[in-house]
């Protein structure tokens, strides 16, 4: 039997089965939010009613003007942040590089609400900086609002910008540079005109992430907005309140932001399209000494920027072991938290370990057939796949959410639990990352691999994974790593379909924040730090490029 | 060991022919080299044998059955590849029984086997090393051994040499064609290497844009090339515009009379192609003998090059001519630009229909 020409082997089955689990679990839910955006919800009937009150409506036009608004300027902050600490590490002997490199993917991968609350315990109205300063008379501006919200942008999404610009610049070929010196420039222009110009498409994508993440984000908003709304936290609520109806709101809030992520992404490639920069890596850039007070401020700019970046964290895990009397914190250490974490959430802690560990099991699996797929096929459904595998980036946590209940809740899937749903959706969401990191690695082994064992009478299944899963194992494992860690943290989502019976660690803290109990919050987050920090370690053990695998 | 015969193979990408119509009949036991540039389809024809493309049209067949619908894994062809493809993660030994045990062989024959195909590569004593500790001789002699201890009925290679460096390729290219004789299995050897393929082969088929262009002994392609591609591919003979003259066929290019006979339709272009190793350079005008054309031209640039001398000219008409000869004094001592006279004996001309692919006249 063939197929347009093509044989009908094992891969085309492999083909079929992912494209189908890809449009059940991936296309309908999110066709499912288009439909319901255009729905009356009392009538049931097609209506453009919806889009028309996001945009006359005061409400839904200042949540987009504020996302746009804290979208822009924390990926400006963030690309302020990480250029010049990029070109630093990468141009100049520092001290600590490792540990400045290390630091960076340490934020990046830290579950992103705890950097929200944190900042609360420093600069909230009760936060210790602010009534440090208090008492020396001096009133400083609280954390809430706007400017909180970029800040903490800023600081947690620098090392896209950071660690995508390092590589990039660390590959340019120092010819280019030489040339440039030599036709008369002096440092600052050769850097302008040449250098910068060269990183930039690392630049934009670094930045394009940091622009779609801070639009997805719900945490930081949702913690440090205090009236200040965005169209993820409006989504979430109006998904909240319409519940037993038609969520017909929440989903056409949720178009747009797909549209912003989409448009933003193809602004980007379109400005990418006219660069080609191939750059042969024949004379790799020197770093430079550098003396006196330049030396003291680089210094002092890199180290600085990823310890305030991981400030956050830190307290989170200070304030764990601080002495508590139910929410109040009554001065010195204990483990009170940690107790009333073992009363108050062993499920959600169970919970969460059950459906990352359960998502990550369906991701490898995937990942590895999904991988061979797309490097090795040449058909129309292997790029299709490859396309798709770009959507769950795009689509925001709380967006995927609603389109999973509105599909999963009725219809043929309806008998699913809240737990499958979870694990469903962790699946899809972070399927990406796993495919992303074994296909990279895929790409490195030669076809004629699989072909020899195949010409030796191995089936194609057999090949796979006698010859080909041996070699592909470390991308793999770090690819499930990465997914691991996404899925643990994941928070959006969550709100969107927890129940009594299927609380999560993230919830949990979500929830412990929103009722003042600090010190439960800090032991939970704690313990997601450590497990994060625990998967960083193994994916530095196992990868060779160790900062790519985190991008 | 089997016969292999291929009718009306044909396999397109699109719209972009790969392969025309190709039918071939290897007779057991042969060495058989598919030679041609980048490009022809010899190795789409190879991968094709092999099972990892699908044909559009056509059979392959192995003593008369038929195997173009079998899959890849059970055609019971054994292939050696360009890259090697060694399995880095297992030792030599495990890489060479591979085949064996996805035939279930019993451990005892395999350890056996294993043994005896490791010591024909010269290898018994590399059995436990791992692939990366290997050279890229040694690497390849893995692959051979690891294609023919499950003893297939066709071995294919797709350019097994050509990763290698110019001296251990002549040494290895010996090897192979020793243990394919003393093997006696039908072999079908994939080179765009022309040297390589007139030494090592019973049958050389020069391939063009997916087409078989002749398919002789490496002695007939050299001498009789049946086309202007082969001519030029493997002789790398230079061409020279002729002229009509009532019956006879004179150059071009100085006038020279090269054929008393008709040759070819009247009103048809044709040309004459001489291979280098028959031209002779002299300085100056030279008279022709009896038997021989002369040819004046321009010197271009020369070469000494130790055993010979590479001698480019062109003639009036803008040809350029390429000899090959001993090294001649006189004339590596000439000034670009001087006259020189290219002597040929008639019998080493040959002519053929003036395109690419032009035909070879009697």
Same mark, same amino acid.
């Given at each position: 039997m063939t197929i347009a020409g093509r044989r009908l082997d094992f891969w085309t089955g492999v083909t079929g089965v992912v494209l189908a689990v890809l449009v059940v679990l991936l296309m309908i839910p999110i066709f499912r939010v288009m439909v319901l955006s255009f729905v009356d919800a009392d009538t049931g009937n097609w209506t453009l009613g919806n889009y028309v009150e996001v945009f006359t409506r005061n409400f839904y036009l200042r949540g987009l003007k504020n996302t746009l608004f804290v979208g822009l300027l924390g990926t400006i902050g963030a690309s302020l942040v990480g250029i010049p600490l990029a070109f630093f590490t990468a141009r100049f002997h520092l001290w600590g590089r490792t540990w400045i490199s290390t630091l960076?993917?340490?934020?990046?991968?830290?579950?992103?609400?705890?950097?929200?609350?944190?900042?609360?315990?420093?600069?909230?109205?009760?936060?210790?900086?602010?009534?440090?300063?208090?008492?020396?008379?001096?009133?400083?501006?609280?954390?809430?609002?706007?400017?909180?919200?970029?800040?903490?942008?800023?600081?947690?999404?620098?090392?896209?910008?950071?660690?995508?610009?390092?590589?990039?610049?660390?590959?340019?070929?120092?010819?280019?540079?030489?040339?440039?010196?030599?036709?008369?420039?002096?440092?600052?222009?050769?850097?302008?005109?040449?250098?910068?110009?060269?990183?930039?498409?690392?630049?934009?994508?670094?930045?394009?992430?940091?622009?779609?993440?801070?639009?997805a984000d719900f945490g930081t908003p949702a913690i440090l907005g205090r009236g200040f709304r965005t169209l993820s936290t409006i989504a979430f609520t109006a998904y909240r309140s319409e519940l037993g109806g038609l969520p017909t709101m929440a989903v056409t809030v949720s178009m747009i932001m797909i549209a912003i992520s989409m448009l933003a992404l193809l602004a980007q490639r379109r400005i990418l399209a006219r660069r080609r920069y191939a750059s042969g890596l024949t004379n790799l850039p020197v770093k430079m000494h550098l003396t006196g007070w330049q030396n003291i401020a680089v210094h002092l700019f890199c180290h600085g920027a990823v310890l305030i970046a991981m400030l956050p964290n830190l307290v989170v895990v200070y304030t764990s072991f601080l002495k508590t009397n139910g929410p109040v914190f009554v001065g010195g250490f204990g483990m009170e938290s940690y107790a009333r974490m073992w009363r108050q959430a062993p499920e959600a802690i169970g919970n969460s370990f059950l459906f990352a560990l359960a998502a990550v099991a369906l991701i490898t699996i995937f990942s590895a057939f999904i991988s061979y797929v797309i490097v090795r096929r040449e058909t129309r459904a292997a790029g299709?796949?490859?396309?798709?595998?770009?959507? #769950?980036?795009?689509? !925001? %946590?709380?967006?995927?959410?609603?389109?999973?209940?509105?599909?999963?809740?009725?219809?043929? @899937? *309806? /008998?699913?639990?809240?737990?499958?749903?979870?694990?469903?959706?962790?699946?899809?969401?972070?399927?990406?990352?796993?495919?992303?990191?074994?296909?990279?690695?895929?790409?490195?082994?030669?076809?004629?691999?699989?072909?020899?064992?195949?010409?030796?009478?191995?089936?194609?299944?057999?090949?796979?994974?006698?010859?080909?899963? #041996?070699?592909?194992? !470390? %991308?793999?494992?770090?690819?499930?790593?990465?997914?691991?860690?996404?899925?643990?943290?994941? @928070? *959006? /989502?969550?709100?969107?379909?927890?129940?009594?019976?299927?609380?999560?660690?993230?919830?949990?803290?979500?929830?412990?924040?929103?009722?003042?109990?600090?010190g439960l919050a800090a032991a939970l987050s704690t313990v997601l730090l450590l497990c994060t920090g625990a998967c960083v370690f193994a994916v530095f053990r196992l990868a060779e490029k160790r900062e790519s695998s985190f991008l | 060991m089997a016969s292999v015969d291929i009718t009306g193979l044909r396999k397109?990408?699109?719209?972009?022919?790969?392969?025309?119509?190709?039918?071939?009949?290897?007779?057991?036991?042969?060495?058989?080299?598919?030679?041609?540039?980048s490009g022809c389809g010899k190795t789409t024809l190879l991968r094709t044998i092999a099972g990892f493309h699908d044909q559009d049209a056509g059979s392959i067949s192995l003593d008369g059955n038929p195997i173009e619908t079998l899959p890849a894994h059970r055609r019971d062809v054994g292939m050696v590849f360009q890259d090697y493809a060694i399995f880095p993660h297992i030792s030599v030994r495990e890489n060479v029984a591979f085949g064996l045990k996805q035939k279930k062989v019993p451990r005892a024959e395999m350890d056996r086997r294993v043994t005896e195909v490791l010591d024909v590569v010269q290898l018994g004593a590399f059995a436990d090393r791992m692939p990366h500790e290997l050279s890229g001789g040694q690497q390849q002699r893995v692959g051979l051994?690891?294609?023919?201890?499950?003893?297939?009925?066709?071995?294919?290679?797709?350019?097994?040499?050509?990763?290698?460096?110019?001296?251990?390729?002549?040494?290895?290219?010996?090897?192979?064609?020793?243990?394919?004789?003393?093997?006696?299995?039908?072999?079908?050897?994939?080179?765009?290497?022309?040297?390589?393929?007139?030494?090592?082969?019973?049958?050389?088929?020069?391939?063009?844009?997916?087409?078989?262009?002749?398919?002789a002994s490496p002695l007939d392609i050299y001498l009789m090339p049946a086309n202007r591609f082969v001519a030029t591919f493997v002789g790398a003979n230079s061409f020279l515009a002729l002229t009509r003259d009532t019956d006879q066929l004179r150059l071009t290019s100085g006038g020279a009379l090269v054929s008393h006979k008709a040759l070819g339709e009247q009103g048809e272009t044709l040309v004459c192609a001489v291979?280098?190793?028959?031209?002779?350079?002299?300085?100056?005008?030279?008279?022709?003998?009896?038997?021989?054309?002369?040819?004046?031209?321009?010197?271009?640039?020369?070469?000494?090059?130790?055993?010979?001398?590479?001698?480019?000219?062109?003639?009036?008409?803008?040809?350029v001519v390429k000899s090959l000869a001993r090294p001649d004094p006189a004339v590596i001592a000439l000034d670009p630009g001087s006259a020189v006279s290219m002597c040929v004996r008639r019998d080493d001309l040959a002519f053929f229909e003036d395109s690419e692919t032009g035909r070879r006249l009697a």
């Open positions: 960076a993917i340490l934020v990046l991968v830290a579950p992103p609400f705890i950097g929200a609350y944190a900042w609360i315990m420093m600069l909230g109205s009760n936060g210790f900086v602010t009534n440090f300063f208090e008492r020396l008379g001096i009133e400083i501006p609280t954390i809430y609002g706007a400017h909180g919200i970029i800040l903490v942008f800023t600081l947690k999404f620098f090392p896209f910008v950071f660690l995508m610009t390092q590589t990039a610049l660390m590959a340019v070929n120092k010819s280019f540079e030489d040339a440039a010196e030599n036709l008369g420039c002096t440092p600052w222009q050769r850097f302008v005109k040449i250098t910068l110009p060269l990183v930039f498409p690392a630049i934009s994508t670094g930045a394009i992430i940091c622009f779609v993440l801070s639009i299709a796949i490859d396309f798709l595998m770009m959507v #769950p980036y795009l689509v !925001p %946590g709380v967006v995927m959410a609603i389109g999973f209940v509105t599909t999963f809740r009725t219809g043929f @899937l *309806s /008998g699913m639990g809240a737990a499958w749903l979870l694990i469903l959706l962790y699946f899809i969401r972070r399927l990406p990352y796993g495919v992303r990191s074994t296909t990279s690695s895929l790409r490195q082994i030669k076809p004629s691999m699989e072909e020899a064992a195949i010409n030796l009478g191995a089936p194609p299944l057999t090949a796979f994974l006698k010859v080909t899963l #041996p070699l592909i194992l !470390p %991308g793999l494992i770090v690819g499930s790593l990465m997914s691991f860690i996404t899925a643990i943290n994941e @928070l *959006s /989502g969550t709100l969107i379909i927890y129940d009594s019976g299927t609380l999560t660690m993230p919830v949990s803290i979500y929830l412990a924040v929103l009722d003042g109990e600090f | 397109l990408y699109g719209d972009v022919v790969a392969l025309s119509d190709i039918n071939i009949s290897i007779p057991s036991g042969a060495f058989y080299t598919l030679l041609g540039p051994a690891r294609a023919i201890v499950v003893r297939p009925k066709v071995l294919l290679m797709d350019e097994p040499l050509s990763n290698l460096d110019a001296r251990l390729r002549v040494d290895l290219r010996a090897e192979l064609r020793r243990i394919q004789k003393d093997l006696g299995i039908t072999t079908i050897y994939v080179t765009h290497d022309q040297e390589e393929a007139l030494a090592m082969s019973d049958t050389v088929c020069v391939m063009h844009q997916g087409v078989i262009q002749q398919a291979r280098p190793e028959v031209l002779r350079v002299a300085p100056g005008e030279v008279q022709a003998a009896e038997d021989e054309v002369s040819i004046p031209a321009k010197l271009s640039n020369v070469s000494f090059i130790g055993r010979e001398m590479e001698v480019l000219a062109r003639t009036d008409s803008g040809e």
